[in-house]
């Protein structure tokens, strides 16, 4: 079974700043990939960076970055200049590598970007 | 199509009657995945399909869930006789064969949310 932990339920960061989205998982698969997904108060589901578990580099995608710490089975997403329009849910999530499966969530952190 | 069509974008419905949800693919989608997401909280997996394969329904809440995907491609999602908890947003995702490489910094498979249907039980 796996499991996903995001426990900032909401959080600020001023425009232009970055901020640290936290992430912890707890999975018995060998191969697996990480995601993080942006839900605005539209709805939608937007990928945003995706990390397989046997990427030797952190996976970075414009102003997204994903911090993967292996060991500590962490996966925090940053996210550096930060704009208004950043402000939404963030959802980190995973799946088993392999073959296409079902993804696991988390409960989400809601980021609220001030002037 | 160009993305993940769902259907209708709102529903409400009186407890008690059934409902049925559309999910259109992306085509070349193989998988198909439907997750609930209740208000302020995260996605809850209901059911996954994958080619011909037969469906894991293991994220079934009860036996009111139902859900089958014709031809490989649309699925609808049913729930009998609705109750007031079953009041959600409903999220229908696709993905790619296993193996094909998306662009980006690694393989995966490209799962592509729609836009949801918000049901509303009163």
């Known amino acids: 079974a796996q499991k996903i932990t995001q426990t900032q339920p909401g959080m600020f960061v001023q425009e232009k700043e970055a901020v640290t989205l936290d992430c912890t998982y707890d999975t018995s698969d060998q191969s697996y990939g990480l995601f993080w997904y942006k839900q605005p108060s539209s709805g939608e589901m937007i990928f945003l960076i995706y990390?397989?578990?046997?990427?030797?580099q952190n996976a970075t995608e414009g102003r997204y970055s994903l911090n993967f710490q292996k060991a500590r089975k962490s996966a925090n997403l940053v996210i550096s200049a930060s704009q208004l329009g950043d402000s939404a849910m963030y959802f980190c999530?995973?799946?088993?590598?392999?073959?296409?499966?079902?993804?696991?969530f988390g409960t989400g952190t809601r980021l609220q970007v001030t002037l | 199509g160009a993305g993940v069509s769902q259907s209708p974008s709102n529903k409400v419905t009186e407890k008690g009657k059934d409902v049925e949800l559309r999910c259109d693919p992306i085509s070349g989608h193989t998988a198909l995945y439907w997750y609930r997401q209740s208000l302020g909280q995260g996605l809850e997996f209901l059911i996954y399909f994958q080619g011909n394969s037969a469906p894991d329904k293991s994220g079934l809440p009860s036996d009111r869930f139902s859900a089958e995907r014709t031809g490989g491609s649309v699925s609808t999602l049913t729930i009998q006789r609705t109750q007031q908890e079953d009041s959600a947003v409903y999220l229908c995702?696709?993905?790619?064969?296993?193996?094909?490489?998306?662009?980006?910094?690694?393989?995966?498979?490209?799962?592509?949310f729609g836009s949801g249907t918000r049901l509303t039980v009163v």
């Open positions: 990390q397989g578990s046997y990427d030797e």
């Open positions: 995702a696709s993905s790619l064969t296993p193996g094909t490489p998306v662009g980006g910094t690694g393989l995966h498979y490209g799962y592509t």
């Open positions: 999530a995973m799946s088993p590598t392999g073959t296409a499966s079902k993804l696991t």
